[in-house]
Every structure is written in structure tokens, then in C-alpha cells.
């Protein structure tokens, strides 16, 4: 059962940053000396891998600048993890599979507001047993879509309700219409908030901008994108995921795949995600394009820069890179 009032985990933390002089903090370009806040604005943050530098406030950044209300949901520039559910803290890590370092509260924590989720439905398990919904890949990884919906309610407390989460689930594998049924009954009563009340944010919201959908002030900040037709009316149709279509290209390959889809042009009402992922080889193993993401994306002062011509931007091993660092500051770019 989903507690919508379990206190935030126990995690490492370290020290996040925020403009002395500002209440809202000043936005700090990813190459910028980061500057400490005072100790009584003191939040928590994650302990990150050691390559990926932390200069911005990132478990409230779409608040702590709010740059991106201006923008709608699907204009806005968003990091996202591929195969969120497939991290080194879950209970089974295959290698194959495993493409991030920590869980998806973690995730969010860290800066990231796009979730990717594949789920499998075991209809031979009791309707109460977690692991009807569970995540997989080519295998299960032991996380079930229940516990990623008590983390998105954990991360949603200690005054982060403002950021807005994207879940996506992309795949159903051993889906009957009933399992579709049950399965969108679990999340919409994992995020009701009363009989008449809901932190979903429905489709017929798709035209409202970020700031119009926080002045409702309805505590609405989780979007559910379903990639089928069997979809409940509260969701949205699933991601467009412009993927490569094949797991081992090489880098150069990927990167003229990726320029191609830069000049693509999206519906204005369309969610839609670059997957900037693959496999290496011999092991087949998720590789880290983390130096490689750092030089793509860098925002940089020009509304014309590369990551400019994205809007969610799913990778493996996400936090390695500055991808959520450089997201805050494009979105800051793409609306002065």
C-alpha cells in the first residue's frame, strides 16, 4: 500500500548552493564557482559520482528559478533517465539492463523530472502484492511501479510540491485490458488527493503554461504518459521517443542520428524525448556518454545552441554528466 504521508529516506547529502542575496537564488551557468548559501537555507541534496558538479539548486529548480513557467509542459527543456527503474540500488542489477547509479527518488532529488518506465504485469500474483506491476527490461530489476509512485509522494514533500514530474510509461508487456484497468486505478488513487481532487495534471491542461497550472494552486504536479490507446482520460498519450533503433551504433553514428532529429519539427501538444543512449561493446553493457552528453548539451548564452532544438533528454547514467545543470540554464536562455 502507497503511504502519501511517509517521511522523505534517509540519503548522503551534501551541501546545495543559492545566491546570498536572493531569495530565489541567482541561476549559475554549470562552469560557474559555485556560491554557498547561508546555513539557514540549508537543504539536502545527493552525494553525485565525482564528475558531475552540482552548481545549481536542483531538487527545486523549476521553483527556485521558475524561468520555466512561462513555458508549457511540452516546450519546457527536461533531463530524463532512460530505464529509470534499472539503477546499482535496486535489488537485482543486471548488467545488461542497469543504467543508472541510484533509485528514482534519487533521480528526482538529483534534478531529474522524467521518469521512463517499462512494466510488466504478473497476473498470476495476489491483487495485493506490489510485484503485479513490476519494472523490466529484458528482465525485472525488483522495483514495482507502486514504489516508484511513493517515491514521486516522498520527493513531492519538504516543500518541493511546485516541480512537476513526467512518468512515462513506454511499454506493457503481459497486459490484458483488465491489467490496463487495474493499473491505472493504482496511480490515480496513488496521487488522489480527495473524492474530487487529484495531483495529476490532465491533458485538457496541455495548453496552460507551468505558471498557470502552479496559480490554480491545486498541488497538480505529476503528468502520466501512457504509450498505449488503452489509456485512462487522466493520462497522456506516452512520450515520443525519437530512438535510434538499434542498441550499438557507434558515437558518431548516434550523434548524426540525434543532429537529424534537431531539425525535426514537434506538434505543439506533443511530449517528445531524444534518446541519447546505447550499448558498448564487447559486453553490451549500457556505456557512459557522460563527456560526450557534457559537450552536446552545454547551454551556453545562444537560444540557438544545441540543446536548444530538444525538450526531454533521456540518458543513461544521468547524473555523471551536467545534463540537468545545463537543462536549467537553457530553459533560463529560451525564455529572457
Request: glycine fraction near 4%; proline fraction near 5%; charge should be positive.
Amino acid at each position: 500500500m502507497i503511504d502519501k504521508n511517509e517521511p522523505a529516506a534517509e540519503m548522503d547529502i551534501t551541501p546545495e548552493y543559492r545566491d546570498q542575496d536572493s531569495n530565489l537564488g541567482i541561476l549559475k551557468t554549470p562552469a560557474s564557482l559555485p556560491i554557498p548559501r547561508p546555513s539557514s537555507e540549508s537543504e539536502p541534496t545527493l552525494n553525485l559520482p565525482s564528475n558531475s558538479q552540482a552548481t545549481n539548486i536542483r531538487d527545486t529548480w523549476m521553483w527556485t528559478y521558475r524561468n520555466v513557467g512561462s513555458l508549457k509542459i511540452t516546450e519546457t527543456i527536461l533531463p530524463g533517465t532512460h530505464n529509470s527503474g534499472f539503477d546499482k540500488e535496486a535489488p537485482y542489477t543486471p548488467s545488461g539492463d542497469t543504467c543508472q547509479d541510484v533509485s528514482t527518488l534519487k533521480q528526482l532529488l538529483g534534478g531529474i523530472r522524467v521518469l521512463d518506465l517499462r512494466v510488466q504485469f504478473f497476473g498470476g500474483l495476489g491483487s495485493g502484492d506490489a510485484r503485479r506491476f513490476s519494472i523490466f527490461h529484458s528482465t525485472t530489476s525488483g522495483r514495482t511501479v507502486q514504489e516508484i509512485l511513493q517515491n514521486i509522494l516522498t520527493f513531492h514533500q519538504a516543500n518541493r510540491s511546485k516541480e512537476i514530474i513526467i512518468v512515462n510509461f513506454h511499454q506493457f508487456k503481459n497486459f490484458t485490458t483488465a491489467a490496463h484497468t487495474e493499473l491505472a486505478s493504482l496511480i490515480k488513487n496513488a496521487f488522489s488527493q480527495s473524492a474530487y481532487r487529484s495531483k495529476l495534471i490532465t491533458p485538457n491542461l496541455k495548453s496552460m503554461t507551468i505558471n498557470n497550472i502552479w496559480q490554480r494552486n491545486l498541488n497538480e504536479n505529476v503528468v502520466i504518459a501512457y504509450n498505449t490507446s488503452n489509456r485512462d482520460s487522466a493520462f497522456w498519450p506516452g512520450v515520443n521517443q525519437r530512438w535510434i533503433g538499434e542498441n550499438t551504433p557507434s558515437t558518431a553514428k548516434l550523434k548524426s542520428f540525434m543532429d537529424r532529429v534537431a531539425q525535426e519539427s514537434k506538434p505543439q501538444d506533443e511530449l517528445r524525448s531524444i534518446q541519447c543512449a546505447k550499448y558498448s561493446l564487447p559486453f553490451h553493457v549500457p556505456k557512459n556518454l557522460s563527456g560526450d552528453i557534457n559537450t552536446w548539451f552545454k547551454a551556453g548564452e545562444s537560444k540557438n545552441a544545441y540543446i536548444q532544438k530538444f525538450f526531454i533528454i533521456n540518458t543513461d547514467w544521468s547524473l555523471r554528466s551536467n545534463l540537468v545543470d545545463d537543462c536549467i540554464y537553457a530553459n533560463y536562455v529560451k525564455t529572457r
